[in-house]
């Protein structure tokens, strides 16, 4: 947890936690980002959370993209072959 | 996965000459997102995969004027949400667009607020009352771990699904996102935050229980 002093200037958990994308994307304004550093260097519960954003993210890259049924496929090459 | 550029014009060659797979593999590619944005449209499944099917059609009609002033994929994407919004009109249904173009509207915390002290707190205002915990690397790649994640994703709004879809399991970039589903970049990445946050909740309580 961060320490106590000068708290107007800090970000709580709970306001961290809303950032995260923000901070992921490369969107915070250069001060806002400083704060945000400053707090996960000194907050372990927001070091494990922000790790498992990145971890979320890294998973859903792993899935496999859906695929398609046979049906709709043929359906849509007879409509290729059609359209020729 | 993504077709780039370079290779993006070949393939419209391959397809203009009437080559059937470049065709499947296109489809192949853009389908599963296809049907996922035109849920934001319709309210079904099925009426998604019509709508999807029906993009298809538009495309191979409109492959010979297809100019190239905007990437292959936007335009594709663009036929589709033309196609999904007709539908949704026709079928009397009020379109979405406070989701799309709104979503900020509604808060909606990433995090259950009780979760955190009160900002009030004389001493740790807003600070975390029960801190996440590392997860198990090794439960994060079991088959339970994808079919939870699976069904995180289904369980959101359409649109928030279509942009997370996009983003993290597509790999778009948010320009792309911002192209397809033609929203502001403050939209794309509210829909993103409020979906990531999601699946990572789900996440939680499952590596959580599974302990």
Redesign the interface.
Known sequence: MSDRTDQTTQLSCQELVELVTDYLEGALSAEEHSRFEAHISICDGCGVYLEQMRTTVRLLGKLPVAALPAGAERDLLDAFRGWR | ?ALVEAVESELLEALRA?D?DA??QL??EY??SLVRVARIYVPTQAAA?EVA?ET??GV??GLDRFEGRSSLRTWIFRILTNIAKTRAQRDGRTLPFSALQDPGRVPE???D?DR?LD?EHP??????TV?????PEDA?ISAE??AL??EA?EALPANQRAV?SLR????WS?EEVRNALEIS?TNQ?VL??RA??K??RA??SYLGDNK
């Open positions: 996965m009437g059937e065709f499947a489809v192949r389908q599963p995969e099917q298809w059609l191979l009609k915390a990433a995090v607020a955190f900002p001493r740790w205002p807003g600070h975390w801190r996440p915990e590392p997860w994060l771990t994808q994640l699976e994703i997370i993290d399991i597509e790999g948010s970049e990445r993103l935050h990531r946050s699946v990572r996440l939680e």
